[in-house]
Structures are given as structure tokens and as C-alpha cells.
């Protein structure tokens, strides 16, 4: 199992971690984190990570780890997120895309915090799934919604070529205010 998450996680965000953040004991946020791979990898360079997702199946995988905290959670719901506010210095979205709370995320940061979005946009449904428009981010979307309030520091809508064709948005944002 170590090998294949380590293999999971994502390069550029791992990359830019080590980049922004040298200092080893920040308090990260890995959002919808799924089966951890972005979560095990960053607990293993002894960072500290929340990792929230709803199913406790997934959770139950990367618990044990020392420097991970999970929470079993729908983020979905109208309950309050169990997520301490102005906390955490980076937060991590991979592939998940939930637009009526998504400006939320930036009230978990400290200022000058960090979010990491990644996930499928507009195009992918050539591809395979997800085909959804719900899950599909629409091009300059990210920044769209949080460049007004924050620094975009990076920007990518695009064909990525891994084990399988997929068009995703990546963006690197910088809480400011
Ligand atoms: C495609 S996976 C991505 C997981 C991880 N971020 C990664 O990149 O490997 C999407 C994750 O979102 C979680 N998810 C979907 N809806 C959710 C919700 N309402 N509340 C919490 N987690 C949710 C799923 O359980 C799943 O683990």
C-alpha cells in the first residue's frame, strides 16, 4: 500500500509544499481526501493533516498515522463544517468539486495560507467521467471566483495525459485578505 499512495499523490502539489512551505510542521487540510494518498504522503515528511471526507471506509485506511487526523463528515449537509476557522496553513482539493460552499474554503485559511485545487473541468466528458456539468469546473472558474479577494499565484485548464486522457484545472491560490 505505501508504495501505490506515495505513486497517488499529486506531484505539482507535493512540489509546491516543499517550495512554500520548507517549515515541516504546518497544519494542512486535505478536503474530500479519499483514499489519502495526498494525506499519507505529506504525513510521512511529518506534516501535519486533517483529512475530512464522508465515507469512513476510505478514512479507516490512513487513521493510525501519526501525524493525520480524520473526520468522517458530509460536507454537503447544512451542518456547520467541523473545521476550525483561519487554521490551517494550506488546504488540498483533489478531485472533488462542490460548488454552493466551495468560497467557504477560503475561511479555513490563516492569512497568507494556501489553497490547492485540482479536479475535472469542461471538456473531460470526452474522456470519460466525470461527465456532469456539476462536477465539471468551467474554464477560468477558479479564478473567476476567488481572484477578486486573493492572489492566483497559478493557472492551468488542460488536456493531462496520465494512465488515462483527462481535461482538469489546477490552480494555486493565496489567501490575501
Ligand atoms: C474522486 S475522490 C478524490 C479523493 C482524493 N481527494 C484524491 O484525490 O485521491 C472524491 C472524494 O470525495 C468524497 N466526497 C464526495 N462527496 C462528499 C461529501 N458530500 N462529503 C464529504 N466527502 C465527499 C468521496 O467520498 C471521495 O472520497
Redo the contacts with the bound molecule.
Sequence with gaps: MKSKMNK?A?TWIIKQIKLLAPKRKIQIL?F????G??SVHLARKNRIVTA????SI?LVQYDHFEYINTIC????TNQNWPLKEKYYDIII????L?RPKIKKLMNLLKNGGYLFYETFSVGNERYGSPKNPDFLLKDRELINLFSKKNEVLAYFNGKVIGEKISIKQRCLIKKTS
Design positions: 497517488q499529486k486535505d474530500a481526501s479519499g483514499n494518498s495526498n475530512i471526507d464522508k465515507d476510505k463528515f458530509d460536507l454537503e482539493v483533489v478531485n472533488y462542490y
